[in-house]
């Protein structure tokens, strides 16, 4: 299912999903959509993928993604997102790609938020400002592969950033 890009919707109502358990991917990208309705993707126990880049959300709320338990793909990029709270990603242990490419994430990456996401091989945090990274941040990324830090004001990275993620195969710095 994808609304169509550009529609400017404003917001979502979570009955237009109540009957969508097996949906397995949504795009909702570039709607303009400024909020998200608290249970709005709970009843999509099948989603594999969510589009929701270019809304211009932000924040987002702690147990948003809580019930969409098999995401696979999550694109949270140009959503303007200052900070990503605590627990936000919990549940998502099938995670394979996060991209949060293009917010405004320069002191909002809280130790401990990619917690759980033991599935994640790609992560995409470009053009996000980003000025230093925490030592154990990535801690729990064992089996990352991809990262994107292309974009930002890092002007240096601890020795031990990756020292759990053994199957690194791409670091952009660019």
């Known amino acids: 299912l994808a609304i169509v890009n550009n529609a400017k919707l404003g917001g979502l109502n979570k009955q237009w999903f109540k009957d969508l358990s097996n949906l397995q991917t949504l795009v ?3 709607n303009g ?7 709005i993707f709970d009843a999509l126990d099948g989603l594999d993928a969510l589009y929701l880049s270019g809304n211009p959300v932000g924040e987002l709320d702690r147990d948003v ?4 338990v098999g995401l ?3 694109d949270l990029s140009s959503m303007k997102l200052g900070t990503l709270p ?3 990603f919990d549940n998502l242990y099938d995670l394979e790609l996060l991209d949060l490419g293009e917010n405004e994430l320069a002191n909002g990456l809280t130790n401990g938020v990619f917690r759980n996401l033991y599935s994640l091989k790609t992560l995409s945090l ?9 030592t154990v941040l990535f ?8 990262i994107d830090l292309s974009g930002n004001e890092l002007s240096s990275l601890d020795p031990q950033l990756f020292h759990d ?3 690194l195969e791409l670091l952009d710095l660019s």
């Open 28 to 30: 909702l990208t570039r």
């Open 33 to 39: 959509l400024t909020q998200f309705e608290k249970g």
């Open 65 to 68: 993604f809580s019930h969409v």
């Open 72 to 74: 696979e793909v999550l």
């Open 86 to 88: 605590m627990g936000i």
């Open 126 to 134: 470009d053009n996000n400002h980003l000025k230093t990274l925490d």
């Open 139 to 146: 801690d729990d990324l064992k089996n990352l592969r991809t």
């Open 165 to 167: 993620s053994l199957d």
